[in-house]
């Protein structure tokens, strides 16, 4: 089935839930996202693009930056997991932390050559890749499914986003994060992913790990989770780890071979393909806030692979707002309203503006019965 099938009416109460509320927050976080609160410096480009389509970012970066900085009543109180600021990191706003006073979290920093540049994405990769390993040979393995930008590049290679941060579901569905289940597996984890002290030249900093709660309001509730890492020269870095519990999956994980930067790939739990793309449109459906690199990211999985339209549909209806969603209903694309802006910043190197990009979904969206 193809995207020619007609979109649902938007829920009676999507407006008052969604736009309302919104505006209800001015002067608040929704007021201090759009006035950005000031950012300084240039966002860093991606290793693999040419000079100019580098410096074509960076002069977007630093136009966007400019707009958005203005003079500060206060600073940013950072949540506990953003452990790093400064040295040109940008100020993001993020909607997992939204149901604190200042929901921000920072972007990478500013480098100042591709030299530096390249060996601090490197360093980061690495990081990852033997915390990845590390968490493959634990006995949690079985207890956490693996999704998001990690996870794309098993099936989208290249093409999917640096990952920035891990994100996973914790099994069983019934296992709240105060649990003291819970509890012990983050511990356990933290214990875990610190053991090493270095990995290569890079410094693990097993006494900095920060903690805090996400998507309390929100989707399913969560922890998140900041270990510190630093290489001799370089601005420090952080890898963050995103665990949500109490999420039904409305498809059984299954084993997935994740490529790393070094080494074998190791076997992880994940979502499929299909799931991944499901719980994009979902999010870009049914969050307060829709995020840019859901949209990119969905665009991405559209072009990769057909989804039946009953893992949406139940996918959605997992949301007890939209309990009632409709067997043969679609996602609304044209009505969404995306933060698109703070996106481009944290990845300036994408070309083309929001509407594009929803028409773009739009195109290659197909949906096959089952």
């Not at 020619?4 to 976080?29: F, L, Q, Y």
């Not at 000079?51 to 203005?70: G, K």
């Not at 999704?147 to 999917?160: C, D, I, K, Q, T």
């Not at 933290?190 to 990995?199: D, M, P, Q, S």
Request: proline content about 6%; hydrophobic content about 40%.
């Amino acid at each position: 089935m193809g995207w020619d099938c007609a979109v649902p009416a938007r829920k009676p109460n999507t407006w008052c839930t969604t736009t309302t509320w919104r505006w209800t927050m001015a002067g608040s976080i929704w007021e201090r996202m759009t006035r950005w609160l000031g950012a300084q410096g240039d966002k860093p480009a991606a290793a693999d693009k040419t000079a100019s389509e580098v410096e074509r970012a960076r002069a977007f970066a630093r136009e966007a930056l400019a707009a958005q900085r203005v003079g500060r009543t206060r600073p940013i109180r950072y949540p506990d997991s953003t452990q790093l600021s400064g040295q040109g990191r940008p100020d993001l706003f993020d909607p997992a932390l939204k149901h604190r006073s200042d929901a921000f979290r920072t972007g990478d920093p500013a480098f100042a050559n591709d030299d530096d540049r390249e060996r601090w994405y490197a360093a980061r990769a690495s990081v990852q890749a033997q915390m990845l390993r590390a968490i493959a040979h634990s006995p949690w393995r079985d207890r956490l499914v693996l999704r998001g930008s990690v996870l794309l590049h098993a099936y989208l290679g290249e093409r999917a986003r640096a990952p920035g941060d891990i994100d996973w579901v914790v099994l069983p569905d019934t296992l709240k994060p105060t649990d003291e289940a819970a509890r012990e597996m983050l511990e356990d984890l933290a214990r875990l992913l610190t053991e090493r002290e270095t990995i290569g030249p890079v410094r693990i900093h097993f006494d900095r790990v920060g903690h805090d709660d996400i998507w309390t309001y929100e989707r399913a509730e969560g922890r998140r989770m900041t270990i510190v890492w630093s290489l001799d020269g370089l601005p420090e870095g952080q890898v963050q780890f995103d665990f949500v519990f109490c999420e039904r999956l409305p498809q059984p994980p299954a084993p997935v071979g994740i490529p790393l930067t070094e080494g074998e790939p190791v076997s992880l739990l994940g979502a499929s393909a299909e799931l991944s793309l499901a719980w994009k449109l979902v999010w870009l459906q049914t969050d307060m806030w829709p995020q840019g690199k859901d949209l990119y990211d969905a665009v991405l999985l559209a072009e990769h692979c057909n989804m039946p339209l009953r893992l949406f549909v139940d996918a959605i209806r997992a949301n007890a707002d939209y309990a009632d969603w409709g067997d043969d209903a679609l996602p609304d694309i044209a009505s969404w309203e995306i933060d698109w802006d703070n996106f481009r910043i944290e990845y300036p190197w994408v070309e083309g503006d929001l509407e594009q990009w929803k028409r773009r979904l739009a195109a290659q969206l197909v949906f096959s019965r089952g």
